[in-house]
């Protein structure tokens, strides 16, 4: 009777030590998805750790960007097809469904998977209820889309690469232009832009002097007032508003970095209205001129209002202005990526006390960005 005890005994610690070794934490993701700036909502799991989505899903949510891909299925041969750089087309009509939670279902899939024709075992997929399911970083670094985490806001985010060619809405990178390339620039914009002619003065002579720098007397400007407010415009010294100054100087270039103010306050309507709203007014005004819409720089952590203006917002707000961007024509620079940290934030070496504007250093970081980011 002992020995067959003691058999159960050891055959339960066998088991015990045993079973751990091919387990896994599976459970439904509840973290928040923003896709270059959009917030969306599909199917996910959290497995080990990591973010798990599926394919079909993550092609709809890419497809007219720069990442997009297209998903193919052979069934003769049970291979899943990808082919990058070409548009979604033929989707299944279940994209972004969002179904029961099938946890327990979840199993290692030992599917085939080939991108542009190349056999990929690299890639980690679960299959869940009828899906397969792939960790988002591994998709990132193998389709060509940057996969980021902010953990104050439990926030997955996804962003697409610039769209190939020299037309293409946001600027990618160039050989620099040159300190040259700057002085052709005005630069109209929020407290934030006011820094550009103050660091400037202080000795930053890689910036550009207030004379390229449009801004309200009181130092800032907020979007939802565009049509109303008056820059201080440089040459003279008088307040004009931002069409009267345009009529005026029809400059060669124009960045606007306008917006972290109004995502306080905002939403995604209101802001992208009022943007578009600009443009066209600047390209009336000044039909040669050249717009770039930059991007809202990050915060950093010890910015104290984050419950009105947070990364999370501005990564949104920077994807509204992409759109912005695309649909009047113009280019569009994220700057923002030269800035933000790995951990989401913008460092604290970086910020001038506040927590959400610059320093001197930067605005020059900002600058080079501008010149290695040309428009072409």
């Known amino acids: 009777m002992k020995r067959a005890f003691s058999a159960v005994l050891l055959l339960a610690l066998l088991l015990a030590l045993a079973g751990p070794a091919c387990a896994f ?4 993701s509840a973290q928040n998805l923003i896709v270059d700036g959009r917030a969306v909502a599909c199917d996910k799991y959290n497995i080990d750790g990591s973010n798990y989505f599926k394919l079909r899903d993550l092609a709809q949510l ?6 997009q891909f297209d998903v193919g299925w052979d069934e003769t041969r049970g291979i899943v097809s990808v082919t990058t750089n070409h548009a979604y087309t033929a989707p299944n009509g279940h994209e972004l469904e969002i179904g029961a939670d099938l946890s327990a279902t ?12 190349a056999l990929r075992t690299d890639l980690t997929v679960y299959n869940i209820g009828d899906s397969n399911f792939f960790k988002l970083r591994e998709l990132g670094d193998a389709l060509g889309f940057a996969a980021d985490y902010i953990e104050a806001t439990n926030t997955a985010v996804v962003t697409s690469r610039p769209r ?3 037309g293409g809405t946001r600027l990618g990178q160039t050989a620099d232009a040159g300190h040259e390339y700057l002085d052709k620039f005005v630069f109209l914009g929020d407290s934030t832009t006011y820094g550009i002619g103050y660091y400037y003065r202080q000795g930053y002579t890689a910036l550009c002097p207030p004379s390229q720098v449009w801004t309200p007397a009181s130092g800032t400007l907020t979007l939802a007032y565009y049509n109303i407010a008056t820059i201080v415009y440089p040459a003279t010294n008088e307040e004009l508003s931002i069409q009267e100054a345009v009529t005026r100087a029809q400059p060669e270039y124009m960045m ?7 995502i306080s306050f905002m939403d995604e309507e209101w ?11 600047i390209q009336e005004a000044s039909p040669d001129t050249k717009i770039i819409l930059n991007s809202i720089y990050p915060v950093a952590a010890s910015y104290q209002y984050q419950g009105s203006i947070n990364n999370t917002k501005i990564r949104a707000a920077n994807g509204w202005i992409e759109r912005v961007a695309e649909a009047t024509g113009v280019r569009f620079l994220n700057s923002f990526e030269c800035l933000v940290g790995a951990d989401g934030w913008l460092p604290e070496s970086s910020q001038n006390g506040d927590g959400l504007h610059l320093n001197g250093e930067s605005f020059t970081t900002v600058m ?6 040309a428009y072409q």
């Open 25 to 28: 934490s599976i459970q439904r």
């Open 62 to 67: 890419l497809n007219g960007t720069g990442s």
């Open 106 to 117: 979840a199993q290692r899939s030992a599917q085939t998977i080939m991108i542009d024709g």
């Open 164 to 166: 190939a060619g020299a």
């Open 256 to 262: 606007i970095t306008l917006g972290v103010n109004g």
């Open 271 to 281: 802001f992208i209205r009022d943007y578009t709203a600009l443009v066209r007014m």
């Open 368 to 373: 080079q960005y501008i010149r290695t980011h």
